[in-house]
């Protein structure tokens, strides 16, 4: 019995240093200071932004994907970025973000249904930010924590990666494509 607790032991304590060491939870800002091109909020979250996506359960299958319309605007430090999602199942969601800059690389956000403040920090072509969502009530209206990290890519899109936990255990992935709306940007050009 003392062998086979030792065991298991060893077993969650070697997967515990794998999540934490050699995972998407150990990745850092520091890790990317040197990558380019920038992430300037203020330039990459502006304007109409299109945004694609698939949202993974806590098996690893995908359970929903999403098309979104995003636009960001800022005066100064601070920022709104209004999002209207359409979902696979049909339902539709909407949540802005209000941004403030704190520094030229953190910043603080909120929005309807986050618990408290978002913080965020950029680091050469990256951002990363935590935050606590209140899921909708018809999905459970659990809060989860969430880690988005957002990768800007040279053409300018961005690639979003998020985690979403409750109590420690992942129950939910988050992967999407952010990039400047064609479409938007078409109907600017035939509208002058």
Not at 77 to 93: C, P, V
Not at 142 to 150: F, G, Q, R, S
């Amino acid at each position: 019995m003392t062998i086979l607790l030792i065991l298991v032991i060893g077993a969650v304590t070697i997967m515990s240093a794998r999540s934490l060491l050699l995972s998407f939870r150990a990745q850092r800002p520091a890790d990317y200071a040197a990558t380019s091109p920038e992430f300037d909020l203020q330039t990459v979250l502006n304007g109409p932004i299109l945004s694609e996506g698939l949202i993974y359960g806590p098996n690893g299958r995908m359970t929903n994907s999403f098309v979104a319309q995003m636009h960001g605007e800022w005066e100064g430090n601070t920022g709104t970025l209004s999002e209207d999602f359409t979902y696979s199942n049909g339902k539709r969601m909407q949540r802005k973000w209000f941004l403030t800059l704190v520094s030229d690389k953190e910043f603080t956000a909120t929005a309807d249904d986050i618990e408290g403040t978002a913080t965020g920090e950029v680091s050469g072509s990256t951002v990363m930010m935590r935050y606590r969502i209140r899921l909708p009530e018809d999905a459970g209206g659990h809060v989860l924590n969430v880690t988005d990290w957002l990768y800007l890519t040279e053409d300018g899109a961005i690639m979003n990666r998020s985690e979403m936990r409750k109590f420690g255990i992942k129950v939910a992935e988050l992967i999407a494509t952010m990039r400047p709306d064609p479409s938007e940007a078409r109907q600017s050009i035939a509208a002058q």
